[in-house]
């Protein structure tokens, strides 16, 4: 009977594999316009594995060891997270999963297609500050997108209940400058003056004793900017 038992989960885990193994081969066709980038999958190795198993570890969706190696444990991760952020649940580490996951993608980006919504925030938020401050409000949405403890799109950070006063007091709607359009793509293209921070504030005018009491990384015109 015993014997019987492990032929039978031996068939199992054979036919498990054998599945994941097609679903990735039939999914890597989706990639084809992403083909520059580094895409990874059950049965890749190497440090770009090992940095995926890294962020999920921390974000309590991976449980096994950061080896490199993308295995059973790193396919189910990836697809638990990729559930759990409204992405398409394949297991591939593809490039909307790496955006998502905070990590390198090369040319593609998601919220370039947003960059109009991203200067009307850089508008209704700070226009009137330096150049260096309109940057740097485009940087927090972008580090929001990228922390799991928010939405992971641009529309979704920005729109989330009573994050940002321009959505609240209809500023949001007002038509951006051509400077708040240069400081997205600026903030699009890496420059982040706040140093990953996710928040900030008008001490002149904040009322909130919570975000008073962050710890300020970096002050910009009239803004606070902490962690």
């Known amino acids: 009977m015993k014997k019987h038992i492990k032929l039978a989960w031996a068939y199992f885990i054979t036919l498990s594999l054998l599945l994941v193994t097609i679903t990735v081969t039939n999914t890597l066709n989706d990639y084809d316009q992403y083909s520059e980038a580094v895409i990874s999958y ?3 190795s190497g440090p770009e594995v090992r940095e995926i198993q890294k962020r999920l570890k921390a974000w ?6 950061v080896d490199g190696k993308y295995g059973y444990l790193t396919y189910q991760a ?6 759990k952020n409204g992405l398409k649940v394949d297991g591939i ?3 909307q999963t790496l955006y998502a996951l905070g990590l390198p993608t090369g040319e593609y980006n ?4 947003h960059i109009d919504l991203l200067a009307r925030v850089i508008y209704g938020e700070a226009r009137g500050e330096p150049y260096e401050g309109q ?3 485009g940087a927090v949405v972008l580090n929001r997108v990228k922390d799991s403890r928010f939405p992971n799109t641009v529309p979704g950070v920005v729109y989330q209940p009573g994050a940002f006063t321009c959505v609240d007091d209809g500023q949001i709607n007002l038509t951006p400058n051509d400077t708040a359009y240069k400081a997205a793509r600026d903030a699009l293209n890496g420059w982040d003056p706040t140093y990953g921070c996710i928040y900030y504030y008008n001490p002149a005018t904040a009322t ?3 975000i ?5 990384v970096v002050r910009i015109g009239r803004h606070n900017f902490c962690k």
């Open 42 to 44: 059950y049965g890749s």
């Open 60 to 65: 309590g969706y991976y449980h096994g060891a």
């Open 78 to 83: 990836v697809r638990l997270f990729q559930k």
């Open 93 to 95: 580490a593809g490039k």
């Open 110 to 113: 998601p919220a370039e297609r």
């Open 135 to 137: 940057i740097a409000i």
């Open 208 to 210: 909130s004793k919570w």
């Open 212 to 216: 008073w009491s962050r710890p300020i």
